[in-house]
């Protein structure tokens, strides 16, 4: 699967699983940050990343372990979660 392909999955886990408007998420691109508190971010919570995670767990077979190396990276933005689910899905 390419990034694109995740990105448009990744958009979709969080309009239906996080509830996010369909609006606000068309808005975001791969370099939008994701945690809130950053400017310009989508706003994730950490209930958000633990939803997420699960998701992409169902999704793509990527597990997600609390203390795993370079996990904020990862979650920094739309774009670099779309590289980690490329290199690390089971699908």
């Given at each position: 699967?390419?990034?694109?392909?995740?990105?448009?999955?990744l958009r979709d886990i969080?309009?239906?699983?996080?509830?996010?408007?369909?609006?606000?998420?068309?808005?975001?691109?791969?370099?939008?940050?994701?945690p809130k508190g950053v400017?310009?971010?989508?706003?994730?919570?950490?209930?958000?990343?633990?939803?997420?995670?699960?998701?992409?767990?169902?999704?793509?077979?990527?597990?997600?372990?609390?203390?795993?190396?370079g996990l904020e990276a990862?979650?920094?933005?739309?774009?670099?979660?779309?590289?980690?689910?490329?290199?690390?899905?089971?699908?």
């Amino acid at each position: 699967m390419d990034e694109q392909a995740i990105v448009d999955e990744l958009r979709d886990i969080i309009v239906k699983r996080l509830k996010f408007a369909p609006a606000t998420v068309a808005q975001v691109t791969p370099e939008t940050p994701l945690p809130k508190g950053v400017d310009g971010a989508l706003g994730l919570d950490s209930l958000d990343f633990i939803e997420l995670s699960i998701a992409l767990e169902e999704r793509f077979g990527v597990v997600v372990e609390e203390g795993m190396e370079g996990l904020e990276a990862h979650f920094a933005t739309l774009g670099t979660l779309a590289r980690f689910v490329r290199e690390t899905a089971r699908t």
